[in-house]
């Protein structure tokens, strides 16, 4: 891939794919990290003279307008993060739209609406990809978030813009993902967390062939557990896929590698704030597992201080309820404690680590769980086969 370094931007209007699908509130962006993420990128086009057209999907709109998930909050916070004026084209497509991105002067920056709201840009349609490459002289993909998806405005439309490169964001998650899976300094411990075992069989097995040691957490824990013959009372189990949990726990002791489930929980009856709440380490039958206890927490960041290469993706708890976070915001401490090259991807284990107020911490925040986990995985990634030079 090429980078936008390489390239002239002076006066061409340059197509930035970024990745705006964050958290709204009453009309306000609540989080606004993945647009201070495509800030580098979005300011070398400005700072080289291009007339920025920045185009991102956010929520999901089935293909057609949905006033919720309109991009003014999204241009209200890129302006106040730009600190300059940013136009709100009513279309991403269409007649008007284009010529306003013709009538951008150098260093103006268009926002497009949201690209969902046009069926064609999840079914790639050609019509519709064509008809965004008529916005443009250069197209920069810095939105790695969506590179796993295979839609008009990261992959078909780089078909019919002469120039196509990679952004400062995706170039980085590039980077350190790919060190990750080629050179990782040693020892490389991955933790990984969420609900099921079956989303993310594949990238068990892939770091099984690369990890030192591997962290289990989450509700995809119990599963686990349940292959060992140990109790998970209600505990949300996948029983379909208890044999292949064992088949992936044989797996890492013929190796020799440390896998480590939780060895106590935080359980309660159910996840309803305010329930009573214990720390067992077996699991009664009335009651289910919501988040790691603290031995866990403890047995966790003792591997991780001896790491130094942490992979981390997914909750260890029922994060979004209190108190079955604490267990996901004690590991992000211990991750930022840790002296190692640290890469946190995945919606609730960011939160996590930016509710611990230590994100400067953490050596790479990456912006696309589900594309880090894919990339991890060594499958080609079609956002990034389409940069190819």
Known sequence: MRSIEQIELDGKRVFVRVDFN???????????????AALPTIRYAIDHGAK??????????KGAPDARYGMGPVRDSLETALGRSVKLAPDCVGAETEGLASALGRGEVLLLENLR????????????????????????????????????????MTRFVPVRV??????????????????????????????????????????????????????MAYTFLR???RATGTSLVEPEHVPLASELLQGAAERGIELVLPSDHVVAVDATPGRPTSVVSDIPADRMGLDIGPQTVARFAN?????????????LGMFEVAPFDAGTVAIANAVADSKA?????????????????????????STGGGASLEFLEGEPLPGLVALED
């Open 22 to 36: 964050v958290p709204l509130r009453g009309g306000v962006v609540t989080d606004s990290t993945r647009i201070e």
């Open 52 to 61: 920025v057209i920045v185009a991102s999907h956010l929520g999901r709109p």
């Open 117 to 156: 709201f046009h069926a064609g840009e999840e079914r790639n349609d050609e019509t519709f990809s064509r008809a965004l490459a008529a916005l443009a002289d250069v197209y920069v993909n810095d939105a790695f978030g969506t590179a796993h998806r295979a839609h008009a405005s990261t992959v078909g």
């Open 166 to 219: 990679a952004g400062f964001l995706l170039q980085r998650e590039c980077a350190y993902l790919g060190k990750v899976l080629a050179a990782p300094d040693r020892p490389l411990v991955a933790i990984l967390g969420g609900a099921k075992v079956s989303d993310k069989i594949t990238v068990i097995r892939a770091l099984l062939s690369r990890v030192d040691g591997l962290l289990i957490g989450g509700a």
């Open 227 to 229: 292959a060992q013959g």
């Open 303 to 315: 591997a991780l201080r001896a790491a130094a290469t942490i992979f981390w993706n997914g909750p």
């Open 341 to 365: 090259v640290s890469i946190v991807g995945g919606g609730d284990s960011v939160a996590a680590v930016m509710r611990s107020g230590r994100a400067a911490e953490i050596t790479h925040i």
